[in-house]
């Protein structure tokens, strides 16, 4: 079992959907947690950073995270043609170890 | 807006050669990570150095692979000689320090291996 989990899709929703990204981890010492966009042959641009379980709200972006569960979520809202990208969750132990675990990404799509 | 600088954008060469990929951090970011990242998969480590000081290189293929950051600031990554399995994209990434995980990427170098 990989210490991340996350379905690569592909997903398809038409334009104005809300988006509902996940992963599952394995690993209870996780302590941050990342949501990354990248765009085909770009970096990854980070989107959402969270500490410990909760949600944190940006624009059009929720995060959601819940260690009970080891799981943690994006909710993309009124999504558009531009959100398309692949979506990368990321988690670290924090500390010296600050390297990050991603899962696969899911590929969205947003059709107008 | 500060970004994470990574040359060259893309990079062809045969097996058994040598490559080298470059990059600048945000300035003040005392902490570097490269990351290699396979098409259709996330990125995975290969090396993180905090100032110059190699911090953990466990997945980094010795043999083959070695990254430097003499000053503290940039960082090259080299391979030699290159197989065909190291095509994949060769990402750099920073951050404040080793307590800060919100780390920044660069655009990536895409490297074909013929």
């Known amino acids: 079992q990989k210490e991340v989990e996350q379905d690569p899709g592909p997903l398809s929703v038409p334009e104005g959907a809300i988006v509902s990204l996940n992963c599952t981890y394995s690993?209870?010492?996780?302590?941050?947690f990342m949501w990354y966009r990248q765009y085909s042959r770009k970096g990854p641009e980070l989107l959402m950073y969270?500490?410990?379980?909760g949600n944190k709200e940006d624009g059009r972006f929720t995060a959601q995270v819940d260690k009970s569960s080891k799981y943690i979520s994006l909710f993309i809202r009124d999504s558009q043609p531009s959100d398309s990208a692949t979506y990368l969750c990321?988690?670290?132990?924090?500390?010296?170890?600050?390297?990050?675990?991603f899962g696969k990404g899911t590929k969205l799509s947003v059709k107008p | 807006e500060a970004e994470v600088a990574q040359s060259p954008r893309y990079k062809i060469t045969e097996k058994s050669q040598a490559v080298a990929f470059w990059c600048d951090p945000i300035?003040?970011?005392?902490?570097l990570y490269w990351y290699r990242q396979i098409l259709g998969q996330g990125p995975e480590l290969l090396v993180q150095?905090?100032?110059?000081?190699?911090?953990?290189d466990s997945q980094l293929p010795k043999d083959r692979f070695s990254a430097e950051r003499l000053k503290g600031v940039d960082s090259t990554l080299k391979i030699q000689p290159a197989e065909l399995g190291d095509s994949a994209m060769y990402l750099c990434?920073?951050?404040?320090?080793?307590?800060?995980?919100?780390?920044?990427f660069g655009p990536g170098t895409r490297l074909t291996v013929l």
């Open positions: 969270t500490y410990s379980s």
């Open positions: 300035s003040g970011h005392a902490t």
């Open positions: 690993n209870s010492a996780f302590q941050y």
């Open positions: 150095f905090q100032d110059e000081s190699v911090v953990d």
């Open positions: 990321a988690m670290s132990y924090g500390g010296s170890q600050g390297n990050l675990i």
């Open positions: 990434a920073s951050s404040r320090g080793l307590a800060d995980n919100e780390q920044f």
